[in-house]
């Protein structure tokens, strides 16, 4: 199992204020969006950091093989926003954290890059991925997700298509 690091506490300190209940519904306390704009519009990574923008609902659905789902935005750590894709009738989620926080980017780049433990990295994923104990973690330019889904092959659909979007 890899050994977590500061990128993934980071990245996933805000996990905490998720409750897992049964049924496998997820209630989420002071839901809230950044949306905060940081450029030009045109680009959705230079647009804002609402990690709910970086996959459509129906690009979640299909990777899952489900009818719907609902994203959830969840408060994150300075710098970092949250989303979670989820069904209403299954535990069944997609949970994403963006960040372009230098401090926190430049840990994800040292963790990614830096890593002798080649077994987890996935190659020609953004600038750089890798499978950590929450999920798949990857660096684009100067910011950073974390990828969560049920298994590697919902990654491999959702990850190239949040990388495009930050490009």
């Known amino acids: 199992m890899p ?3 500061n990128m993934t506490r980071r990245l996933w300190n805000s996990m905490s204020a998720a409750v897992v209940l049964g049924a496998g519904a997820l209630v989420f ?3 809230a969006s950044s949306g905060d704009t940081v ?3 045109g680009n959705i990574a230079a647009a804002t950091t609402d990690a709910c923008s970086l996959l459509t609902s129906d690009e979640v659905a299909r990777a899952l093989g ?3 789902v609902t994203p ?3 408060p994150a750590e300075e710098g970092s926003t949250g989303c ?3 069904q209403d009738t299954d535990s069944t ?3 994403l954290i963006y960040t372009n926080d230098p401090t926190t980017v430049a840990d994800v780049k040292a963790d990614i890059l830096g890593s002798s433990d080649r077994s987890t990295a996935r190659p020609g994923i953004g600038d750089g991925a ?3 104990i929450f999920g798949l973690s990857v660096l684009v330019g100067e910011s950073a997700f974390t990828l969560t889904t049920p298994d590697e092959s919902v990654d491999e659909v959702l990850a190239p298509a949040v990388v495009a979007r930050l490009r």
């Open 66 to 68: 489900v009818g719907s």
């Open 93 to 95: 989620s997609v949970g």
């Open 84 to 86: 979670a894709w989820l």
């Open 39 to 41: 450029g030009d519009a």
């Open 3 to 5: 050994v977590r690091t």
């Open 130 to 132: 890798k499978i950590t």
């Open 72 to 74: 959830v935005p969840y």
């Open 29 to 31: 306390s002071g839901c």
